[in-house]
């Protein structure tokens, strides 16, 4: 690949898909990857299951399709909502910007009057959807809807900027290997998933299905790039990142080996990845059953959960470019 789809990676990330909520999403990559597939499936819980078929290894890649957003818990008498969060949400981040739900409404998250910015925390927030009174805040929303942030996306020669990257980027980077993978020499089980960000739920139901002799997820992955950041090895734009450990996974050494050995023989630039929290789907997959190898191919981003998370455009180039090689290689184990 060459050039990113921009049409495609627009919609895909505008889509609506909060955790539990991620049916638009779904329909969208069913609809842009079906005359690619061999078989596609959806299960219980929502996954989308797309085979590749092939005469090697069994292999289940995974994307997870949802993004963090918020659950309205109660309508107050002038129409202003209150909410939960659903994955992780920030206060600061918040503030001020627009949310949107499944029926199209848009608000705006607010604050009570706070004496010091410490005390902004999600329980004195609300969500204004121009509302002025509860009979007319009900006629759009109800107790137990989502909503996700409502952010216009950028894409450039340089960069990504949106919301919901984590992991759209992950299911756009699946979605044109898929669409460019031509003769296939392995297995592939390419599953969107849902419910990671409530705690890797998606993955593991598919993982028990699947059966995979290998596992790989596509994730996104912090940096420590920018002014003063926290330490960290990673740099957006430096190339995709190998992971070693989060806190769901140790990438299977035989496993990392075989990624690092493949980026340096097609000249990919790669970083090994170190994240000091966080999870993703391989670290449902790999305690599978009676476990599988498994690692992640991770697209570092900077300001991850916000609704400006930004990645390099040349690294989802790469990542597409690399994933197309590693899924055609001979994994030696
Ligand atoms: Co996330
Ligand atoms: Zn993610």
């Known amino acids: 690949m060459e050039k990113i789809n921009d049409q495609v990676l627009k919609e895909l990330l505008m889509t609506f898909g909060p ?7 779904r329909q969208f990559i069913e609809n842009e ?4 597939v061999d078989e596609i499936q959806v299960d219980v819980l929502g996954n989308l299951i797309a085979r590749k078929k092939g005469p090697g290894k069994k292999i289940m890649l995974a994307g997870h399709m949802d993004q963090i957003g918020f659950m309205v818990t109660y309508i107050d008498k002038n129409g202003f909502l209150r909410f939960t969060n659903i994955g992780g949400i920030s206060p600061t981040i918040s503030l001020s910007q627009r949310v949107i739900f499944n ?9 009570e009057h706070l004496e010091s910015a410490k005390d902004l925390k999600l329980d004195k927030m609300y969500i204004d959807i121009g509302a002025t009174s509860k009979e007319e805040a009900e006629k759009l929303v109800e107790i137990g809807d989502v909503c996700g942030y409502h952010h216009d996306a950028t894409i450039d020669d340089l960069k990504v900027i949106s919301p919901s990257l984590d992991d759209r980027i992950g299911c756009y980077i699946m979605m044109e290997t898929i669409k460019e993978l031509k003769e296939v020499k392995n297995d592939l089980y390419f599953v969107f998933t849902v419910q990671e960000e409530l705690g890797i739920r998606g993955a593991k139901t598919s993982a028990y299905r699947v059966e995979p002799e290998i596992g790989i997820a596509y994730d996104v992955t912090m940096t ?21 450990r989060d806190n769901s996974l140790i ?3 035989k496993l990392k080996e075989h990624l690092v050995n493949e980026a340096k023989k097609g000249n990919f630039p790669y970083q090994i990845e170190v994240l000091e929290f966080g999870g993703t789907d391989s670290g449902a997959i790999h305690l599978s ?10 697209i570092p981003t900077r300001y991850i959960h916000s609704t ?9 180039i790469d990542s597409v470019n690399y994933s197309l090689q590693v899924l055609n290689s ?3 184990f």
């Open 251 to 253: 990438t299977h050494p």
């Open 33 to 36: 990857i079906k005359d690619y």
């Open 19 to 25: 955790s539990g909520h991620e049916e638009k999403v």
């Open 308 to 316: 400006c998370e930004m990645v390099s455009t040349k690294d989802v």
């Open 103 to 111: 029926n199209g409404t848009i608000g705006v998250i607010g604050s």
């Open 224 to 244: 420590g790039d920018t002014p003063k950041a926290r330490t960290m090895a990673l740099k957006m734009g430096k190339g995709l990142a190998i992971k070693a």
């Open 330 to 332: 001979d994994f030696p």
């Open 289 to 298: 059953k009676e476990g599988v190898p498994s690692g992640v191919i991770s």
